[in-house]
T-cell receptor
Framework: AQTVTQSQPEMSVQEAETVTLSCTYD???????LFWYKQPPSRQMILVIR??????QNATENRFSVNFQKAAKSFSLKISDSQLGDAAMYFC????????????FGQGTILTVHP | DAGVIQSPRHEVTEMGQEVTLRCKPI?????LFWYRQTMMRGLELLIY????????DSGMPEDRFSAKMPNASFSTLKIQPSEPRDSAVYFC?????????????FGPGTRLTVT
């Protein structure tokens, strides 16, 4: 079974600075997808970014980018120019090949943004 | 689109009572997922439907839990009888499986409290 590990229970960053959240996973599969979800205090789960394992290029969405290291099974999220609205719980999630939709989540990292 | 709709948003009930949580997926999405979020276990998949058919219910904790999807636009998760350890946030998510889009879109969740 796949497992996802987020080793940082909490992180903090100053507004306008950059922060990186870590995620590692364990799988024997070669075709899979990785996601970062954001959960603000409203508890709504919001997709931040996704990465297909077959793509070597790291995904980028505005201020959010990932560092995907397939051999190391690492998938970190970098938030640039942090904003107060980025404060939330962040979850890393793994999904097997397209034929099976289950998401396996990490434990989450609470991000605090200081003004 | 209105997004994934869940009702109720909050439910407080007494131990032993029946609880029914409802979900309306995004129109056109053919896969539906029920997740449970607790402090102890994090986010975990309970059951996954594809084209209204249950594909994986291995996450359903015990016989007290049941889920149905009578049509493409409606699903229920029922707990009977409820117990205090069922207190959690229950999320419904939907996805357009079989396309190039693999993201799961989450509803706002139902916070269940069993006293």
């Amino acid at each position: 079974a796949q497992t996802v590990t987020q080793s940082q229970p909490e992180m903090s960053v100053q507004e306008a600075e950059t922060v990186t959240l870590s995620c590692t996973y364990d799988t024997s599969e070669s075709d899979y997808y990785l996601f970062w979800y954001k959960q603000p205090p409203s508890r709504q789960m919001i997709l931040v970014i996704r990465q297909e394992a077959y793509k070597q290029q790291n995904a980028t969405e505005n201020r959010f980018s990932v560092n995907f290291q397939k051999a190391a099974k690492s998938f970190s999220l970098k938030i640039s120019d942090s904003q107060l609205g980025d404060a939330a719980m962040y979850f890393c999630a793994y999904r097997s090949s397209p034929s099976y939709g289950k998401l396996t989540f990490g434990q989450g990292t609470i991000l605090t943004v200081h003004p | 689109d209105a997004g994934v709709i869940q009702s109720p948003r909050h439910e407080v009930t007494e131990m032993g009572q029946e609880v029914t949580l409802r979900c309306k997926p995004i129109s056109g999405h053919n896969s539906l997922f029920w997740y449970r979020q607790t402090m102890m276990r994090g986010l975990e998949l309970l059951i996954y439907f594809n084209n209204n058919v249950p594909i994986d219910d291995s996450g359903m904790p015990e016989d007290r839990f049941s889920a149905k999807m009578p049509n493409a636009s409606f699903s229920t998760l029922k707990i009977q009888p409820s117990e205090p350890r069922d207190s959690a946030v229950y999320f419904c998510a939907s996805s357009p499986e079989g396309t190039s889009v693999y993201e799961q879109y989450f509803g706002p969740g139902t916070r269940l409290t069993v006293t």
